[in-house]
């Protein structure tokens, strides 16, 4: 754990002082055209770019074996840096993680994030940090008021499903993922995901960097 944060404070130190970046906590008008950016098909992509503009890097830096993490979130010079694994490359991961870690950036930047989080999304430690990040991801990207009320919620097929996504300008992975996670069967909709689709996007920069 401590020699990846080391790589990832390395990596962002080195962005924080080449283009002298700024945060400003109460800026979060943003937030909803990030979540949009998921039905891109360099999503990814985009969103390192927007949150480099609000002052948040993200860096990828590959798993270390072993060690169970699929995002963090610290702070580096005041500047807040995300580092994410994508040791689960699929798209619903990659949304809801990065989702995640900017909850800890928005929420707890005065109340938490000097220490840092380190998150195994799947495996929540339930506390009320995590509590509050898991909500505030989630209705960001699908607010609870048409989750609750939407036939996705319950759909057995596609076409809810993908229509709610249309309705939200989200990627449609993103409500297969909540699907999954929700009724606890990670053998349906597995294809609907976005498998395979991240790392080629964004790991080539880590060799680059």
């Known amino acids: 754990?401590?020699?990846w944060k080391a790589q990832v404070t390395r990596r962002a130190e080195s962005i924080i002082e080449n283009e002298r970046l700024s945060y400003r906590p109460l800026d979060v008008s943003w937030l909803k055209e990030l979540a949009k950016l998921s039905a891109k098909a360099d999503g990814p992509l985009q969103a390192q770019a927007l949150?480099?503009?609000?002052?948040i890097v993200l860096v990828i830096e590959r798993n270390?074996?072993?060690?169970?993490?699929?995002?963090?979130?610290?702070l580096?010079?005041?500047?807040?840096v995300i580092g994410l694994t994508l040791r689960r490359d699929a798209l619903d991961n990659f949304?809801?993680?990065?989702?995640?870690?900017?909850?800890h950036v928005i929420l707890h930047y005065r109340t938490g994030l000097a220490?840092?989080?380190f998150d195994d999304v799947e495996h929540v430690e339930v506390d009320e940090f995590e509590q509050e990040a898991n909500k505030f991801a989630s209705d960001l990207l699908v607010p609870e008021e048409?989750?609750?009320r939407s036939p996705a919620r319950i759909a057995k097929v596609p076409a809810p499903i993908e229509n709610l996504a249309k309705q939200l300008g989200i990627a449609p992975a993103i409500v297969y993922g909540r699907i999954r996670f929700e009724r606890k069967n990670y053998a349906i909709f597995s294809d609907k995901i976005g498998r395979g689709s991240v790392k080629k996007l964004l790991l080539p920069e880590v060799s680059d960097a």
């Open 1 to 3: 754990m401590l020699s």
């Open 115 to 117: 220490s840092g989080f």
């Open 51 to 55: 949150l480099r503009e609000h002052g």
């Open 76 to 80: 580096v010079e005041n500047i807040p």
């Open 95 to 103: 949304w809801f993680t990065l989702m995640h870690e900017v909850a």
């Open 146 to 148: 048409l989750w609750s």
């Open 64 to 74: 270390i074996p072993g060690m169970e993490v699929d995002g963090a979130a610290f």
